[in-house]
T-cell receptor, first 114, second 114 residues
Framework: ETGVTQSPTHLIKTRGQQVTLRCSSQSGHNTVSWYQQALGQGPQFIFQ???????GRGNFPPRFSGLQFPNYSSELNVNALELDDSALYLC???FGAGMNTEAFFGQGTRLTVV | AQSVTQLDSQVPVFEEAPVELRCNYSSSVSVYLFWYVQYPNQGLQLLLKYLSGSTLVKGINGFEAEFNKSQTSFHLRKPSVHISDTAEYFCAVSGQGGSEKLVFGKGTKLTVNP
């Protein structure tokens, strides 16, 4: 067990709605990265939070936003949901923003937009 | 920027046979390389990583990979597979900076048949 927990595990939303996904990082970790994994694809980087600041962003529109809290847990918010937002959303926590330390992944949140 | 190509989308093998999953990458800077495994409805688990040093890297569950800088490859191998190795395998690359993201390939579905 990695210690990274995500909630909820599944949810269904209607196009145009807003959604918040949550990630509890592993104890001692100060960095959370979010990835979107569409069906049949590899994960794609959304953004990273390091010590409560956004520390890098992938090619996703501004309606994808996030937060990191003082305890280093994190939220991913998606506004104005579109059908193409249906995917598995993965968070990964690590100590430090570089990839020379291991990133531990949660089990993901499966979002379905109808 | 980095990119990853996994040359086979599906690899079927018989139990106890050897397997090789191929991965090529592209990058203008020095990289770290990773292999992750994803079981159905699960997050990603790190199998092995190359950061520096010996180009032959051993990981969990009997897997190993060899970094070949001249061919920009990082192929994953196992000499004898088990039914339980059936899963999706992702190759990933990152830069070596202090603030990096993982760039994943599209994945290879390994199916081990009895």
């Amino acid at each position: 067990e990695t210690g990274v927990t995500q909630s909820p595990t599944h949810l269904i939303k209607t196009r145009g709605q807003q959604v918040t996904l949550r990630c509890s990082s592993q104890s001692g970790h100060n960095t959370v990265s979010w990835y979107q994994q569409a069906l049949g694809q590899g994960p794609q980087f959304i953004f990273q939070y390091y010590r409560e600041e956004e520390n890098g962003r992938g090619n996703f529109p501004p309606r994808f936003s996030g937060l990191q809290f003082p305890n280093y847990s994190s939220e991913l918010n998606v506004n104005a949901l579109e059908l193409d937002d249906s995917a598995l959303y993965l968070c990964a926590s690590s100590f430090g923003a570089g990839m020379n330390t291991e990133a531990f992944f949660g089990q993901g949140t499966r979002l379905t937009v109808v | 920027a980095q990119s990853v190509t996994q040359l086979d989308s599906q690899v079927p093998v018989f139990e106890e046979a050897p397997v090789e999953l191929r991965c090529n990458y592209s990058s203008s800077v020095s990289v770290y390389l990773f292999w992750y495994v994803q079981y159905p409805n699960q997050g990603l688990q790190l199998l092995l990583k190359y950061l520096s040093g010996s180009t032959l890297v051993k990981g969990i569950n009997g897997f190993e990979a060899e970094f070949n800088k001249s061919q920009t490859s990082f192929h994953l191998r196992k000499p004898s597979v088990h039914i339980s190795d059936t899963a999706e395998y992702f190759c990933a690359v990152s830069g070596q900076g202090g603030s990096e993201k993982l760039v994943f390939g599209k994945g290879t579905k390994l199916t081990v048949n009895p």
